[in-house]
């Protein structure tokens, strides 16, 4: 994964081979309800209008980043570096996933 | 209805005729939209309320389900319904159906029917493979609401007709759902004489076809009337009078025919010239244990445990375990009763239950190979009730999916592990289990006279033999024509394992579809194995086919069939004798029917 940019802006690149499906999108969701006041969004580098709220598992799956896709990763609000940043390791740990 | 008074062929997979209307059940990827009718504004509250408890009883079967399968399983897998519970919970889902209920006026099958055909639309247009396949766990969620929300309406429309169930494919576990009595017959797309459907349609004594195309499927509705012909492997659309009849008529000389059979049922299975072949049977549940009696059969030849799992969808313990095994024991009395240890994978499992990842499930860790590698946990539990109940009945111990003698070591090296355990915890348990293996796999049947030195039963599983010799998936009408039990590769492997078993004074068994087959069961007979078993409503003819022949003769038809070029010689060489022997099947129109 790479990590390009500073504060609660980062991009991050999908590492495993199944890409973002429902299982690491609700461990994504699952991990934003330690920060209640971050507004955390991801969007398609190619497509930035693609935005998808982090807290809805629905609008992550469908943004239907596969392996290798980047995804601008943005927070705002309480926490919200904390919240990208531990969002941001989940993508470079490739979410537990080969 | 485009295809009314139209005919088709498709494959016979359980006999008998069943003329009735259908019931359709859409499922996956059937354009099964349902009706759209405005709705009034008075009704808003009452259909928000009924998608809103829908979604609350789809939480709870999910909630459940996660717990189930958490306790046992791995996290990983448990992950998934957590995944699910996620969608379910998800508020631009429910926003979505509530906004198009309230706004559009749409009843809430619709409102659900077209959010979810929205969120279908989206994922077919991604590029990425993995990605794609991934989108069946939102066709999942919105399958599992929708069939809440159907259960909710058919409550209120339940209709006291029986039908016969029109499905593009049905799992296991929808199979066992539906409710028989209200069945007269299966008509699906997708499936084969081995898939769970026909197996269960046999056993529910119902007659099946697959392959049924799937635009007629599609378009059938509950106001047409089909006739499923499972012996010539026959559907007709909403049939002219006179054909209709034509088939009322036949339906019930066969059923005559069957009843005729039934009555042989004390009369020993053994050949003209004297030698007897044990016929047992083939169940998948413990209430199973109650056709023994009634089919006349000698033992119970495979008891399939997977039930133990989807039916109660959780993984029960050993004592639990114990219980149902001392129970069946002590209903057969002392008959003998061969329990296959789990077979867990391939398509022996609801995928909801236990999702695996692999690419080709059926070359995977499916079977024994999932017992010793990755859930030996689950299968010493099993071995130790098993172990345990032993002592109550006649016990025998079955592996599936054996390819190599290294498995059985194991196997025979965990037992003594659990022996000692049950004897320092001083409990009763089977000294000397009886155990055999599966022969499925063309390693094992190739290797039989190593595996014979360790074991002291075979049972041939002709469904898998014939699947992973001849390459063919079974469940792929593609390559269906390929699917040939009578091709002498297959011969010439059950010849092999014959020998060693006769080499090491051993029985075989064979419990796969071919058993239940009268057209091959000469083969069998010949090749000089000692049991067949079938699902309990095949027995009659089995029986009827194995008193009209000799072993002589049978003997020498094998042998020809396994010196034969193809298939076809050989089964041409299997129809002649019983032509000669059991023309009643002919004019019953059982056997002979058109094969490709």
Redesign the interface.
């Known amino acids: 994964m790479t990590t390009v940019g500073s504060g609660s802006k980062v991009v991050v690149t999908v590492g495993n081979r199944m890409g973002l499906h429902a299982r690491p999108a609700s461990r994504l969701v699952k991990m934003l309800s330690d920060f209640p006041g971050a507004t955390v969004t991801l969007a398609r580098e190619d497509n930035p209008g693609s935005r998808a709220d982090c807290r809805s598992i629905l609008s992550l799956i469908v943004l239907a980043a596969g392996q290798g896709t980047r995804l601008i990763l943005s927070g705002s609000g309480e926490n919200a570096e904390a919240a990208v940043s531990k969002i941001a390791d989940f993508f470079a740990v490739n979410f537990d996933e080969e | 209805m485009p295809f009314s008074g139209q005919n088709f062929k498709v494959i016979a997979i359980s006999p008998g005729i069943a003329v009735g209307r259908v019931q359709p059940i859409r499922r996956k990827g059937a354009p099964g939209a349902p009706v759209l009718h405005e709705i009034s504004p008075e009704m808003v509250p009452a259909e928000l309320e009924r998608f809103r408890q829908c979604v609350r009883d789809t939480r709870e079967q999910l909630i459940a389900l996660t717990q189930a399968v958490r306790t046992k399983l791995h996290t ?1 897998d448990a ?2 319904f ?3 519970l ?2 379910v919970d ?4 429910t926003s979505e159906v509530e906004k198009r209920i309230s706004d559009n006026l749409w009843p809430a099958e619709y409102a659900l029917y077209d959010t979810a055909e929205y ?1 279908v639309r ?2 077919s ?4 493979e ?2 794609r396949e ?2 069946a ?2 066709r999942d969620v919105f399958d599992r609401l929708m069939g809440n929300l159907s259960k909710q309406e058919r409550r209120k429309t339940d209709r006291d007709d029986r039908r016969i169930i029109v499905a593009n494919s049905l799992s296991p576990s929808e199979t066992v759902s539906l409710d028989n009595s209200r069945i007269l017959g299966f008509a699906i797309e997708t499936g084969s004489a081995t898939c769970h459907t026909a197996i269960l349609a046999r056993s529910m004594r119902l007659p099946a076809v697959a392959g049924v195309p799937a635009e007629v499927i599609n378009s059938l509705s509950a106001d047409d009337k089909i006739i499923i012909d499972g012996f010539s492997g026959r559907l007709i659309v909403n049939p002219d009078d006179r054909t209709e009849e034509s088939y009322r008529l036949r339906a019930k000389s066969a059923v005559e025919f069957y009843h005729k059979l039934e009555r042989d049922k004390r009369l020993r299975p053994e050949t003209t010239d004297g030698f007897e072949i044990d016929l047992a049977i083939n169940i998948g549940s413990a209430d199973g244990i109650a056709e023994l009696k009634r089919s006349g059969a000698s033992g119970i030849g495979l008891l399939r445990t997977e039930f133990l799992f989807l039916e109660t969808r959780t993984l029960p313990d050993e004592e639990t375990q114990f219980e149902i095994y001392k129970k069946m024991l002590i209903a057969a009395e002392d008959a003998p009763v061969i329990v296959r240890t789990m077979d867990i994978g391939g398509d022996k499992l609801d995928n909801n239950i236990f999702r695996s ?1 692999e690419s080709n499930p059926f070359l995977g860790l499916r079977g024994i190979r999932l017992c010793l590698y990755e859930r030996r946990d689950l299968f010493e539990t099993q071995l130790r009730a098993l172990l345990r109940a032993g002592v109550y009945g006649n016990l025998r111990i079955m592996f599936p999916m054996v390819s190599s003698v290294l498995e059985v070591l194991e196997v025979r090296r965990i037992i003594s592990e659990l022996q000692a355990r049950l004897a320092e915890e001083k409990k009763e348990f089977l000294r000397k289990p009886v155990l055999g293996v599966m022969i499925e796999t063309p390693a094992a049947a190739l290797m039989a006279d190593e595996l014979g030195k360790h074991v002291d039963f075979f049972s041939i599983g002709t469904n898998d033999l014939v699947q992973y010799t001849m390459a063919i998936d079974r469940g792929n009408e593609r390559v269906a024509y390929l699917y040939k039990p009578a091709h002498p590769a297959i011969l010439k492997l059950i010849h092999t394992t014959v020998a060693a078993a006769r080499k090491h004074n051993i029985y075989v068994s064979v419990c796969g579809q071919m058993a239940a087959d009268p057209e091959l069961i000469p083969l069998l007979v010949g090749l000089g194995v000692n049991e067949l078993s079938a699902e309990s409503g095949s027995l009659p003819l089995m029986r009827r086919v194995i008193r009209s022949i000799s072993l002589y003769d049978a003997a020498r038809v094998a042998e020809a069939a396994m010196a034969s070029p193809d298939a076809y010689t050989s089964l041409e060489l299997s129809l002649d004798l019983l032509k000669r022997c059991v023309p009643e099947l002919f004019t019953e129109n059982i056997a002979g029917k058109e094969r490709k």
């Open positions: 990983e992950g998934i957590d995944a699910h996620m969608l998800d508020l631009s889902l969120f989206v994922f247009n991604i590029q990425d993995f990605l991934r989108a766990d939102i990842s």
